[in-house]
């Protein structure tokens, strides 16, 4: 267990509604970052969050934003659902942005479909 | 534009063989590798990491080999096990920016 936890692990919204996912990362960990895994397909990076602030993000649109916290944990929004943001939905905590040793520990995903 | 393909979506080995799961990048300032294992219903584990500075790193059963010029790296498993049955992923990073790229995934059957 990497001691990420993700809530919620299930959720059904309908397109054009919004969603908070949210993540709490692992003890000692300053970095979140966000991937979207369709099915079929590997994760794929949204943005990261380094000590509350953005620190890169992937080819989404603006309707996707996240939020960083003071004890690190993190929250993914997503406006105006679309059909195509039905996917799992991945946090991963690592301790630091950059350099060597610093592998990323998943939680258990948040499986989103928008119907 | 796929920069880190797994051209295997799937590879069945029997148990004790070695299973040899493959990896290419098309991005040369790729200089961290990832293997990651995923079960069903569970997030990705980190399995094994390597830097573009070595070509070989292992991990009890687990060895990853690099070929930089040949942008290609591969994660040996010796003996396989059933319990090793799962999906596999290879990502890449740099140093600069830690966010991973992954590849599409193999899907690792170990028959008993």
């Known amino acids: 267990e990497t001691g990420v936890t993700q809530s919620p692990t299930h959720l059904i919204k309908t397109r054009g509604q919004q969603v908070t996912l949210r993540c709490s990362s692992q003890s000692g960990h300053n970095t979140v970052s966000w991937y979207q895994q369709a099915l079929g397909q590997g994760p794929q990076f949204i943005f990261q969050?380094?000590?509350?602030?953005?620190?890169g993000r992937g080819n989404f649109p603006p309707r996707f934003s996240g939020l960083q916290f003071p004890n690190y944990s993190s929250e993914l929004n997503v406006n105006a659902l679309e059909l195509d943001d039905s996917a799992l939905y991945l946090c991963a905590s690592s301790l630091g942005a950059s350099g060597v040793n610093t592998e990323a520990f998943f939680g258990q995903g948040t499986r989103l479909t928008v119907v | 534009d796929q920069q880190v393909k797994q051209n295997s979506p799937s590879l069945s080995v029997q148990e004790g063989r070695i299973s040899i799961l493959n990896c290419d990048y098309t991005n040369s300032m790729f200089d961290y590798f990832l293997w990651y294992k995923k079960y069903p219903a569970e997030g990705p584990t980190f399995l094994i990491s390597i830097s573009s500075i070595k070509d070989k790193n292992e991990d009890g059963r687990f060895t990853v080999f690099l070929n930089k010029s040949a942008k290609h790296l591969s994660l040996h498993i010796v003996p396989s096990q059933p319990g090793d049955s799962a999906v596999y992923f290879c990502?890449?990073?740099?140093?600069?920016?830690?966010?991973?790229?992954f590849g599409k995934g193999t899907l690792l059957t170990v028959n008993p």
């Open positions: 990502a890449a990073a740099t140093f600069s920016n830690y966010k991973l790229t």
């Open positions: 969050y380094y000590r509350e602030e953005e620190n």
